[in-house]
Protein backbone atom coordinates (compact mmCIF):
# COMPACT_ATOMS: atom_id res chain seq x y z
CA UNK A 1 0.00 0.00 0.00
CA UNK A 2 1.48 3.31 -0.66
CA UNK A 3 1.79 6.44 1.23
CA UNK A 4 -1.14 7.77 -0.98
CA UNK A 5 -3.56 5.67 -0.64
CA UNK A 6 -2.73 5.01 2.60
CA UNK A 7 -4.02 8.61 3.67
CA UNK A 8 -7.15 8.27 1.65
CA UNK A 9 -7.91 5.00 3.62
CA UNK A 10 -6.99 6.92 6.90
CA UNK A 11 -8.88 9.90 6.02
CA UNK A 12 -12.07 8.22 5.30
CA UNK A 13 -12.04 6.28 8.08
CA UNK A 14 -10.97 9.38 10.98
CA UNK A 15 -13.65 10.96 8.75
CA UNK A 16 -16.09 8.27 9.96
CA UNK A 17 -14.95 8.10 13.24
CA UNK A 18 -15.83 11.46 13.99
CA UNK A 19 -19.27 11.81 12.74
CA UNK A 20 -19.98 9.06 14.65
CA UNK A 21 -18.26 10.51 17.94
CA UNK A 22 -19.60 13.77 17.44
CA UNK A 23 -23.81 11.86 16.92
CA UNK A 24 -22.70 9.97 20.35
CA UNK A 25 -21.50 13.66 22.32
CA UNK A 26 -25.16 14.39 21.41
CA UNK A 27 -25.87 11.49 23.57
CA UNK A 28 -23.58 11.73 26.60
CA UNK A 29 -24.75 14.06 29.83
CA UNK A 30 -23.47 16.94 29.88
CA UNK A 31 -19.83 17.79 31.00
CA UNK A 32 -19.61 18.06 34.77
CA UNK A 33 -22.89 16.93 35.58
CA UNK A 34 -24.43 15.60 38.81
CA UNK A 35 -25.33 12.51 38.28
CA UNK A 36 -22.97 10.11 38.63
CA UNK A 37 -24.73 6.31 39.77
CA UNK A 38 -21.73 4.63 39.78
CA UNK A 39 -19.71 6.99 41.65
CA UNK A 40 -22.95 7.18 44.49
CA UNK A 41 -22.18 3.10 44.91
CA UNK A 42 -18.59 3.01 44.76
CA UNK A 43 -18.32 5.63 47.67
CA UNK A 44 -20.95 3.95 49.65
CA UNK A 45 -18.87 1.02 49.40
CA UNK A 46 -15.84 2.08 50.65
CA UNK A 47 -17.18 4.24 53.28
CA UNK A 48 -18.70 0.44 54.24
CA UNK A 49 -15.27 -0.98 54.34
CA UNK A 50 -13.68 2.11 55.88
CA UNK A 51 -11.19 3.19 53.21
CA UNK A 52 -10.73 7.11 52.94
CA UNK A 53 -9.28 7.07 49.40
CA UNK A 54 -12.27 5.67 47.29
CA UNK A 55 -10.11 4.92 44.44
CA UNK A 56 -7.86 2.72 46.14
CA UNK A 57 -10.96 0.93 47.48
CA UNK A 58 -11.70 0.23 43.79
CA UNK A 59 -8.33 -0.84 42.55
CA UNK A 60 -8.01 -3.10 45.28
CA UNK A 61 -11.10 -4.14 47.12
CA UNK A 62 -14.03 -3.57 44.72
CA UNK A 63 -12.42 -4.46 41.77
CA UNK A 64 -9.08 -6.27 42.72
CA UNK A 65 -9.43 -8.98 40.60
CA UNK A 66 -9.64 -6.32 37.70
CA UNK A 67 -6.31 -5.35 39.23
CA UNK A 68 -5.04 -8.41 39.72
CA UNK A 69 -5.80 -8.97 35.41
CA UNK A 70 -3.90 -5.52 34.87
CA UNK A 71 -0.96 -6.81 37.43
CA UNK A 72 -0.51 -10.33 35.12
CA UNK A 73 -0.29 -7.55 31.70
CA UNK A 74 2.46 -5.81 33.61
CA UNK A 75 4.34 -9.48 34.16
CA UNK A 76 3.76 -10.34 30.86
CA UNK A 77 4.66 -7.19 29.31
CA UNK A 78 8.28 -6.75 31.40
CA UNK A 79 9.09 -10.60 30.78
CA UNK A 80 8.86 -10.17 26.49
CA UNK A 81 10.39 -6.57 26.86
CA UNK A 82 13.57 -7.85 29.04
CA UNK A 83 13.29 -11.20 26.51
CA UNK A 84 13.51 -9.06 23.32
CA UNK A 85 15.96 -6.43 25.04
CA UNK A 86 18.48 -9.57 26.03
CA UNK A 87 21.87 -9.04 24.50
CA UNK A 88 22.81 -11.47 21.49
CA UNK A 89 25.56 -13.82 22.26
CA UNK A 90 27.49 -12.05 19.90
CA UNK A 91 27.03 -8.15 21.92
CA UNK A 92 27.34 -9.90 25.39
CA UNK A 93 31.22 -10.87 24.68
CA UNK A 94 32.02 -6.82 24.05
CA UNK A 95 33.00 -5.00 28.02
CA UNK A 96 30.32 -2.79 29.30
CA UNK A 97 32.28 0.90 28.93
CA UNK A 98 33.29 2.72 31.95
CA UNK A 99 30.68 5.63 32.19
CA UNK A 100 32.70 7.24 35.10
CA UNK A 101 34.84 8.87 32.38
CA UNK A 102 31.45 10.99 31.60
CA UNK A 103 32.16 14.20 32.94
CA UNK A 104 29.03 15.03 34.98
CA UNK A 105 28.76 18.67 37.34
CA UNK A 106 29.69 18.24 40.53
CA UNK A 107 26.45 19.89 41.43
CA UNK A 108 24.48 17.76 39.70
CA UNK A 109 26.01 14.60 41.39
CA UNK A 110 25.49 16.19 44.92
CA UNK A 111 21.57 17.01 43.57
CA UNK A 112 21.38 13.49 42.99
CA UNK A 113 22.69 12.08 45.84
CA UNK A 114 20.65 14.14 48.15
CA UNK A 115 17.72 13.77 46.29
CA UNK A 116 17.78 9.43 46.14
CA UNK A 117 16.98 9.18 49.25
CA UNK A 118 14.17 11.20 49.06
CA UNK A 119 12.76 10.07 46.03
CA UNK A 120 12.47 6.52 47.75
CA UNK A 121 11.36 7.85 51.27
CA UNK A 122 8.35 9.64 49.02
CA UNK A 123 7.62 6.39 46.90
CA UNK A 124 7.77 4.23 50.50
CA UNK A 125 5.34 6.88 52.04
CA UNK A 126 2.99 7.20 48.90
CA UNK A 127 2.68 3.20 48.96
CA UNK A 128 2.43 3.24 52.92
CA UNK A 129 -0.37 5.33 52.57
CA UNK A 130 -2.27 4.39 49.52
CA UNK A 131 -5.27 4.27 51.19
CA UNK A 132 -5.60 7.34 53.07
CA UNK A 133 -4.17 9.83 50.62
CA UNK A 134 -4.13 10.04 47.10
CA UNK A 135 -1.30 7.41 45.84
CA UNK A 136 -0.49 3.30 46.27
CA UNK A 137 1.10 0.69 44.92
CA UNK A 138 0.95 1.68 41.06
CA UNK A 139 2.48 5.22 41.85
CA UNK A 140 4.86 4.49 44.70
CA UNK A 141 5.78 1.32 42.78
CA UNK A 142 6.90 3.72 39.37
CA UNK A 143 8.60 6.42 42.06
CA UNK A 144 10.59 4.31 43.54
CA UNK A 145 11.95 2.75 40.32
CA UNK A 146 12.30 6.35 38.94
CA UNK A 147 14.53 7.50 42.32
CA UNK A 148 16.69 4.57 41.79
CA UNK A 149 17.80 5.77 38.37
CA UNK A 150 18.59 9.27 39.90
CA UNK A 151 22.12 7.40 39.99
CA UNK A 152 22.46 7.13 36.59
CA UNK A 153 21.67 10.52 36.40
CA UNK A 154 24.09 11.07 38.38
CA UNK A 155 26.97 9.74 36.27
CA UNK A 156 27.11 6.72 38.90
CA UNK A 157 26.14 3.53 36.80
CA UNK A 158 28.80 0.93 38.50
CA UNK A 159 27.04 2.54 42.05
CA UNK A 160 23.47 1.90 40.23
CA UNK A 161 24.19 -1.83 39.01
CA UNK A 162 25.57 -2.22 42.61
CA UNK A 163 22.49 -1.34 44.26
CA UNK A 164 20.45 -3.19 41.26
CA UNK A 165 21.11 -6.94 41.58
CA UNK A 166 19.14 -7.21 38.48
CA UNK A 167 17.71 -10.72 39.42
CA UNK A 168 16.45 -9.47 43.13
CA UNK A 169 13.98 -7.11 41.07
CA UNK A 170 12.53 -9.97 38.34
CA UNK A 171 11.76 -11.53 41.83
CA UNK A 172 10.55 -8.68 43.61
CA UNK A 173 8.29 -8.50 41.14
CA UNK A 174 7.11 -11.95 40.40
CA UNK A 175 6.68 -12.17 44.15
CA UNK A 176 5.03 -8.78 44.38
CA UNK A 177 2.24 -10.26 41.95
CA UNK A 178 1.91 -14.06 43.68
CA UNK A 179 1.62 -11.64 46.85
CA UNK A 180 -1.33 -10.38 44.84
CA UNK A 181 -3.02 -13.38 44.84
CA UNK A 182 -2.14 -15.05 48.16
CA UNK A 183 -4.70 -12.45 50.10
CA UNK A 184 -7.24 -13.57 47.01
CA UNK A 185 -7.27 -16.72 47.89
CA UNK A 186 -7.82 -16.24 52.11
CA UNK A 187 -10.83 -14.38 50.93
CA UNK A 188 -11.52 -17.31 48.82
CA UNK A 189 -10.90 -19.66 51.60
CA UNK A 190 -12.85 -18.00 54.66
CA UNK A 191 -15.78 -18.74 52.32
CA UNK A 192 -15.95 -15.37 50.13
CA UNK A 193 -14.95 -14.77 47.02
CA UNK A 194 -11.67 -14.58 45.39
CA UNK A 195 -10.02 -11.17 46.70
CA UNK A 196 -12.69 -10.56 49.32
CA UNK A 197 -11.60 -8.14 52.14
CA UNK A 198 -11.08 -10.42 54.54
CA UNK A 199 -9.17 -8.57 57.10
CA UNK A 200 -10.83 -6.12 59.85
CA UNK A 201 -11.68 -2.73 58.60
CA UNK A 202 -10.49 -1.24 61.54
CA UNK A 203 -10.44 2.89 62.21
CA UNK A 204 -12.00 5.09 59.23
CA UNK A 205 -8.97 7.28 58.18
CA UNK A 206 -6.09 5.41 60.51
CA UNK A 207 -3.05 3.57 59.35
CA UNK A 208 -4.81 0.51 60.10
CA UNK A 209 -7.57 0.39 57.98
CA UNK A 210 -9.27 -0.42 55.03
CA UNK A 211 -8.57 -4.55 55.61
CA UNK A 212 -6.33 -6.07 52.75
CA UNK A 213 -6.30 -2.86 50.61
CA UNK A 214 -2.46 -1.57 52.03
CA UNK A 215 -1.56 -5.18 51.77
CA UNK A 216 -2.51 -5.33 47.82
CA UNK A 217 -1.05 -1.74 47.49
CA UNK A 218 1.97 -3.16 48.90
CA UNK A 219 2.00 -6.35 46.92
CA UNK A 220 1.52 -4.06 43.62
CA UNK A 221 4.21 -1.60 44.84
CA UNK A 222 7.05 -4.26 44.63
CA UNK A 223 5.42 -6.00 41.79
CA UNK A 224 5.84 -2.34 39.80
CA UNK A 225 8.74 -0.99 41.01
CA UNK A 226 10.65 -4.31 40.19
CA UNK A 227 9.19 -4.30 36.67
CA UNK A 228 10.02 -0.55 35.58
CA UNK A 229 13.93 -1.20 37.26
CA UNK A 230 14.00 -4.43 35.11
CA UNK A 231 12.72 -2.47 31.98
CA UNK A 232 14.97 0.82 33.16
CA UNK A 233 17.69 -1.62 33.46
CA UNK A 234 17.70 -3.37 30.10
CA UNK A 235 16.99 -0.53 27.60
CA UNK A 236 20.14 0.97 29.79
CA UNK A 237 22.06 -1.84 29.19
CA UNK A 238 21.39 -2.01 25.10
CA UNK A 239 21.78 1.75 24.70
CA UNK A 240 25.16 1.93 27.00
CA UNK A 241 26.53 -1.02 25.68
CA UNK A 242 29.13 0.03 22.36
CA UNK A 243 28.91 3.37 24.21
CA UNK A 244 32.80 3.68 24.54
CA UNK A 245 33.29 2.50 21.00
CA UNK A 246 33.29 5.94 18.99
CA UNK B 1 -17.53 24.21 26.78
CA UNK B 2 -20.68 20.73 27.73
CA UNK B 3 -18.74 18.88 24.58
CA UNK B 4 -15.29 20.82 24.50
CA UNK B 5 -13.60 17.99 27.29
CA UNK B 6 -14.95 15.21 25.23
CA UNK B 7 -13.68 16.42 21.78
CA UNK B 8 -10.57 16.96 23.33
CA UNK B 9 -10.71 13.25 24.04
CA UNK B 10 -11.72 12.26 20.76
CA UNK B 11 -8.65 15.10 19.16
CA UNK B 12 -6.51 13.09 20.75
CA UNK B 13 -7.27 9.73 19.51
CA UNK B 14 -7.46 11.35 15.95
CA UNK B 15 -4.22 13.08 15.56
CA UNK B 16 -2.58 9.79 17.51
CA UNK B 17 -4.14 7.75 14.88
CA UNK B 18 -2.89 9.97 12.02
CA UNK B 19 0.97 10.09 13.65
CA UNK B 20 1.02 6.57 13.42
CA UNK B 21 0.11 6.48 9.92
CA UNK B 22 1.98 8.86 8.55
CA UNK B 23 5.29 7.93 10.97
CA UNK B 24 8.48 7.16 9.33
CA UNK B 25 10.23 5.51 12.73
CA UNK B 26 8.98 2.79 14.79
CA UNK B 27 9.84 4.91 17.78
CA UNK B 28 7.75 7.55 16.41
CA UNK B 29 4.67 5.31 16.02
CA UNK B 30 5.13 4.07 19.41
CA UNK B 31 4.97 7.62 20.81
CA UNK B 32 2.17 8.52 18.84
CA UNK B 33 0.23 5.55 19.78
CA UNK B 34 0.62 6.71 23.52
CA UNK B 35 -0.85 10.11 22.68
CA UNK B 36 -3.82 8.07 21.53
CA UNK B 37 -4.03 6.45 24.63
CA UNK B 38 -3.57 9.95 26.49
CA UNK B 39 -7.22 10.62 24.72
CA UNK B 40 -9.02 7.84 26.18
CA UNK B 41 -7.59 8.95 29.49
CA UNK B 42 -9.12 12.67 28.81
CA UNK B 43 -12.21 11.51 27.94
CA UNK B 44 -12.95 8.98 30.54
CA UNK B 45 -12.02 11.64 33.30
CA UNK B 46 -14.34 14.42 31.54
CA UNK B 47 -17.41 11.63 32.23
CA UNK B 48 -16.69 11.32 35.78
CA UNK B 49 -16.01 14.78 36.48
CA UNK B 50 -18.61 17.12 38.29
CA UNK B 51 -18.59 20.82 38.74
CA UNK B 52 -17.89 22.00 42.68
CA UNK B 53 -17.34 18.49 44.18
CA UNK B 54 -13.61 17.82 45.27
CA UNK B 55 -11.38 14.53 44.77
CA UNK B 56 -12.65 10.92 46.28
CA UNK B 57 -10.46 11.08 49.01
CA UNK B 58 -11.94 11.58 52.18
CA UNK B 59 -9.69 12.79 55.51
CA UNK B 60 -12.68 12.52 58.25
CA UNK B 61 -15.82 10.73 58.62
CA UNK B 62 -16.99 14.42 59.54
CA UNK B 63 -16.71 15.20 55.56
CA UNK B 64 -18.08 11.57 54.07
CA UNK B 65 -21.25 13.30 52.72
CA UNK B 66 -19.49 16.20 50.20
CA UNK B 67 -19.98 15.43 46.80
CA UNK B 68 -17.09 13.78 45.06
CA UNK B 69 -15.92 13.45 41.45
CA UNK B 70 -16.17 9.83 40.22
CA UNK B 71 -13.35 7.06 41.32
CA UNK B 72 -14.88 4.55 38.83
CA UNK B 73 -13.15 6.21 36.01
CA UNK B 74 -9.90 7.64 38.07
CA UNK B 75 -9.47 4.12 39.19
CA UNK B 76 -9.32 3.14 35.94
CA UNK B 77 -7.05 5.16 33.99
CA UNK B 78 -4.55 4.64 36.83
CA UNK B 79 -3.91 1.73 36.59
CA UNK B 80 -3.91 1.81 32.89
CA UNK B 81 -1.17 4.48 32.53
CA UNK B 82 1.18 2.65 34.83
CA UNK B 83 0.53 -0.87 32.83
CA UNK B 84 0.73 1.23 29.79
CA UNK B 85 4.04 2.49 30.22
CA UNK B 86 5.46 -1.12 30.19
CA UNK B 87 3.49 -1.92 27.29
CA UNK B 88 5.03 0.65 25.56
CA UNK B 89 8.42 -0.68 27.19
CA UNK B 90 7.48 -4.05 25.19
CA UNK B 91 6.82 -2.22 21.96
CA UNK B 92 10.07 -0.17 22.13
CA UNK B 93 11.63 -3.54 22.68
CA UNK B 94 10.25 -4.82 19.42
CA UNK B 95 11.87 -1.97 17.74
CA UNK B 96 14.77 -2.11 19.23
CA UNK B 97 14.68 -6.02 17.74
CA UNK B 98 13.33 -5.12 14.52
CA UNK B 99 16.52 -2.69 13.87
CA UNK B 100 18.99 -5.78 14.74
CA UNK B 101 16.94 -7.89 12.32
CA UNK B 102 16.08 -5.89 9.40
CA UNK B 103 18.25 -2.97 9.64
CA UNK B 104 16.19 -0.26 9.52
CA UNK B 105 12.84 1.21 11.34
CA UNK B 106 11.22 2.89 8.87
CA UNK B 107 7.74 1.11 8.30
CA UNK B 108 7.87 2.14 4.63
CA UNK B 109 11.22 -0.41 4.24
CA UNK B 110 9.77 -3.08 6.13
CA UNK B 111 9.18 -6.12 3.50
CA UNK B 112 6.95 -7.92 5.96
CA UNK B 113 4.59 -5.11 6.81
CA UNK B 114 3.74 -4.25 3.05
CA UNK B 115 -0.02 -4.82 2.38
CA UNK C 1 -12.96 24.96 40.14
CA UNK C 2 -13.32 27.56 37.46
CA UNK C 3 -14.79 26.72 34.08
CA UNK C 4 -11.32 29.40 32.73
CA UNK C 5 -9.27 26.96 34.31
CA UNK C 6 -10.49 23.76 32.95
CA UNK C 7 -10.58 25.34 29.69
CA UNK C 8 -7.51 26.16 29.43
CA UNK C 9 -5.99 22.82 30.61
CA UNK C 10 -7.86 21.13 28.31
CA UNK C 11 -6.83 23.41 25.52
CA UNK C 12 -2.86 23.03 26.34
CA UNK C 13 -3.51 19.60 26.42
CA UNK C 14 -4.93 19.52 22.91
CA UNK C 15 -2.14 21.35 21.55
CA UNK C 16 0.43 19.52 23.58
CA UNK C 17 -0.89 16.24 21.69
CA UNK C 18 -0.64 17.54 18.38
CA UNK C 19 3.34 19.14 19.12
CA UNK C 20 3.97 15.49 20.40
CA UNK C 21 2.99 13.71 17.13
CA UNK C 22 4.32 16.16 14.81
CA UNK C 23 7.69 16.54 16.11
CA UNK C 24 9.40 13.71 13.66
CA UNK C 25 12.63 13.56 15.32
CA UNK C 26 11.96 11.17 18.14
CA UNK C 27 14.74 12.33 20.57
CA UNK C 28 13.44 15.39 20.00
CA UNK C 29 9.86 13.46 20.62
CA UNK C 30 11.15 12.22 23.84
CA UNK C 31 10.89 16.05 25.10
CA UNK C 32 7.58 16.97 23.60
CA UNK C 33 6.10 13.81 25.18
CA UNK C 34 7.86 14.63 28.62
CA UNK C 35 5.74 18.10 28.62
CA UNK C 36 2.64 16.27 27.06
CA UNK C 37 2.90 13.95 30.41
CA UNK C 38 3.16 16.64 32.46
CA UNK C 39 0.48 18.84 30.92
CA UNK C 40 -2.00 15.29 31.62
CA UNK C 41 -0.82 15.47 34.89
CA UNK C 42 -1.82 19.04 35.79
CA UNK C 43 -5.28 18.01 33.41
CA UNK C 44 -5.73 15.30 35.74
CA UNK C 45 -4.96 17.33 38.84
CA UNK C 46 -7.74 20.42 37.44
CA UNK C 47 -9.98 17.32 37.07
CA UNK C 48 -9.78 16.44 40.64
CA UNK C 49 -8.13 13.07 39.96
CA UNK C 50 -4.81 13.39 42.09
CA UNK C 51 -4.24 9.60 42.40
CA UNK C 52 -4.32 9.34 38.06
CA UNK C 53 -2.42 12.80 38.62
CA UNK C 54 0.41 11.40 40.51
CA UNK C 55 0.33 8.22 38.24
CA UNK C 56 0.62 10.43 35.10
CA UNK C 57 3.76 12.58 36.45
CA UNK C 58 5.90 9.74 37.54
CA UNK C 59 5.48 7.60 34.44
CA UNK C 60 4.48 10.21 31.72
CA UNK C 61 7.16 13.09 32.45
CA UNK C 62 9.79 10.54 33.22
CA UNK C 63 9.79 6.60 32.80
CA UNK C 64 8.43 6.89 29.29
CA UNK C 65 10.24 9.57 27.89
CA UNK C 66 13.60 8.33 29.30
CA UNK C 67 12.72 4.54 27.44
CA UNK C 68 12.14 6.48 24.08
CA UNK C 69 15.50 7.82 24.59
CA UNK C 70 17.41 5.08 24.62
CA UNK C 71 15.30 2.97 22.69
CA UNK C 72 16.47 5.59 19.81
CA UNK C 73 20.08 5.74 21.52
CA UNK C 74 20.40 1.82 20.66
CA UNK C 75 18.83 1.67 17.26
CA UNK C 76 20.88 4.63 16.14
CA UNK C 77 24.26 3.05 17.30
CA UNK C 78 22.88 -0.19 15.37
CA UNK C 79 22.64 1.34 12.48
CA UNK C 80 26.25 2.12 12.30
Known amino acids: MNRRLRYLVFGLGAAGLAVLFALALAGLPGFGGDSHPYRDRAVHAALAHRTANVVSSINFDQRALDTFGEELILLGSVVGAAALLRPSRRESERPAPDPEARAVPDSVVLLCTVMLPVTVLVGLDVIAHGHLTPGGGFQGGVVLATGLHLLFLGGRYPALQRIRPLAGYQFAESIGVATFATPGLAGLAAGGAFLANVLPYGQFASLASAGTVPVLSLAVGVAVGGGVVVLLAQFLEQALRYSGER | MQVFAYAVGGWLVLVGAAGIVRSHHLVHTVVSLSVAQAGTYVFLLAVGFQWNAVAPVFSTSADTHRAVVDPVVQALTLTDIVVSATVTALLLALAVQIQKRHGTVDPDELRALKG | ?80
Open chain 3, 1 to 80: MSTAVVVVALALVAIGGLAVVVTHDPIRQAVTLSVFGVLLAVLFLVLQAPDVALSQVAVGAAVVPLMVLLAVRTIRRDRR
